[in-house]
């Protein structure tokens, strides 16, 4: 599975980003997909993840209430909306699949296989 990551930007403080990532191979379903960012310095944190049927979604507490993650299967691609925006959210964002029978956490970075090569998100105050 190769992911392809795009939609990062510039904004101002208060506004509003969407990130999309595309999945080639088979079997887009048969992946949760989750987003992670890294800002300079800090640790790769957990964003949000989809489950593989896209029913069951999963927050950060940090985001929880201004992003959405989605996921369009017909087009193996996952989008997270980013609303509220705020200068801490500034960082790169990286997609990243896991298998759904893995059996590993959704918040944990190690338990993603594939990640996509990060996008640019800068937020002004």
């Known amino acids: 599975v190769q992911l392809q990551a795009c939609g990062g930007g510039l904004v101002q403080a208060g506004g509003s980003l969407r990130l999309s990532c595309r999945a080639s191979?088979?079997?887009?379903?048969?992946?949760?997909m989750g987003w992670f960012r890294q800002a300079p310095g800090k640790e790769r944190e957990f964003v949000a993840a989809?489950?593989?049927?896209?029913?069951?979604?999963y927050y950060a507490d940090s985001v929880k209430g201004r992003f959405t993650i989605s996921r369009d299967s017909a087009r193996n691609t996952v989008h997270l909306q980013m609303n509220s925006l705020k200068p801490e959210d500034s960082a790169v964002y990286y997609c990243?699949?896991?298998?759904?029978?893995?059996?590993?956490?959704?918040?944990?970075?190690?338990?993603?296989?594939?990640w996509g090569q990060g996008t640019l998100v800068t937020v002004s105050s």
């Open positions: 990243a699949a896991k298998p759904i029978d893995s059996g590993t956490s959704v918040y944990y970075r190690n338990s993603y296989i594939y």
């Open positions: 191979g088979r079997s887009f379903s048969s992946y949760t």
């Open positions: 989809i489950s593989g049927n896209g029913v069951i979604t």
